[in-house]
């Protein structure tokens, strides 16, 4: 039985992502959670002093069997095997633990970002490392406006028809005007959910952490899959994007 509905397949071939809710057991996740409590370097008992953070980046502990745990205890690689096909992933990076501080201001201060990121593409050393689908873990609930997991919805099919003819050290290009201001990016829709709700999301989809307008820290873990033939197949940018997909 598939993991996915017709139209959970119809929403990420439209969208370039989908949610699902209670993926990963809690009992997974807690020992993950207590992983970043020790990492973070802030006082749990004080959350007034949890604004603005402690510790910035992917936390040390992405490396901790606890918490790779949540990615290979999990149905999360033959998940997306259904979308990619069977059988034809690795794990291109496993569990970044990511934390998002609370900003200090209100839910009704809350906006969302301005715009996002592409992972992969473009790196400082001027590299690319892409990838195929990626996941992003609710590790504790994630309430709206709490920091969750942000995407532009469809961005992913500009990104791609821009490869096509371009090359893939720079898609946000594909999403900015000649002036490199933002053309018409679509409404950004923002991920919160409870413990173990995962985004499944495309390798092209513009996304970013969201503005965490609530009191506690953001906890997720990302992690992202590419076809085991990914190095001979990176620059192949079909017609139809969705030509060596199971879906």
């Not at 959350?47 to 990615?71: E, F, H, I, Y």
């Not at 946000?172 to 709700?197: I, M, R």
Request: charged letters at 25%; one cysteine or more; hydrophobic letters at 30%.
């Amino acid at each position: 039985m598939s993991s996915f509905s017709e139209d959970e397949v119809e929403h990420f071939k439209e969208n370039g992502f989908v949610v699902k809710h209670d993926v990963v057991d809690r009992e997974l996740l807690e020992p993950a959670v207590e992983k970043f409590w020790d990492e973070m370097e802030l006082d749990r008992d004080d959350p007034a002093s949890w604004s603005g953070g402690g510790r910035k980046g992917n936390l040390p502990c992405s490396q901790d069997p606890v918490v790779r745990a949540t990615l290979l205890d999990t149905p999360l690689q033959d998940m997306c095997e259904e979308l990619v096909g069977k059988d034809t992933l690795q794990i291109n990076n496993y569990t970044f633990a990511k934390p998002v501080y609370p900003t200090g201001k209100t839910p009704d201060e809350w906006e969302p970002p301005e715009h996002g990121h592409l992972d992969g593409h473009g790196l400082v050393d001027g590299s690319v490392q892409p990838f195929t689908i990626a996941v992003t873990v609710n590790m504790a609930e994630v309430k709206p406006k709490g920091g969750g997991f942000t995407v532009w919805p469809g961005t992913h099919k500009r990104v791609h028809e821009y490869f096509r003819n371009h090359s893939i050290l720079n898609g946000l290009k594909s999403l900015q005007d000649e002036q490199g201001n933002w053309d018409g990016l679509p409404e950004a829709v923002e991920n919160p959910g409870p413990p173990g709700t995962v985004t499944f999301w495309h390798n092209k989809m513009m996304h970013s952490a969201g503005n965490n307008c609530r009191p506690d820290i953001r906890m997720a873990c990302v992690s992202r899959f590419s076809r085991k033939n990914l190095i001979d197949t990176q620059f192949e940018m079909y017609e139809d994007m969705w030509e060596d997909w199971a879906i």
